[in-house]
């Protein structure tokens, strides 16, 4: 059974950091890209970065480009996403999704139907 879990969210004020990491297991890991969606109240779902099944490609939203960073840790089936100079628009439910033999820039803008996370929140006060 898949099971994709999300980690790291919390309050934070506008300029500080967060890590996000997301756990995948009962899948091979590095057989599938990853990737960093959102959602905040009232708003559609974005993808705002996406990873390589490697680690070697990523793909960032320009909403996010210069301030968020996606790695993975294959021997952990582990993604994270580092994201620093947090602002209040960042504010939003971020999750966690895994595309089988997807590449890194589908899983974000034609994301795959399974394998989300329930997803952790990240609230930037101003």
């Known amino acids: 059974q898949v099971q994709v879990v999300e980690s790291g969210g919390g309050l934070v004020q506008a300029g500080g950091s967060l890590r996000l990491s997301c756990i995948a297991s009962?899948?091979?890991?590095?057989?599938?890209?990853m990737g960093w969606f959102r959602q905040a109240p009232g708003k559609e779902r974005e993808g705002i970065s996406c990873i390589s099944w490697s680690g070697t490609h990523t793909y960032y939203a320009d909403s996010v480009k210069g301030r968020f960073t996606i790695s993975r840790d294959n021997a952990k089936n582990t993604l994270y996403l580092q994201m620093n100079s947090l602002k209040p628009e960042d504010t939003a439910m971020y999750y966690c999704?895994?595309?089988?033999?997807?590449?890194?820039?589908?899983?974000?803008?034609?994301?795959?139907?399974?394998?989300w996370g329930q997803g952790t929140q990240v609230t930037v006060s101003s």
């Open positions: 999704v895994a595309g089988h033999y997807y590449n890194e820039y589908d899983v974000c803008v034609k994301p795959p139907e399974n394998y």
């Open positions: 009962g899948l091979t890991f590095d057989d599938y890209a």
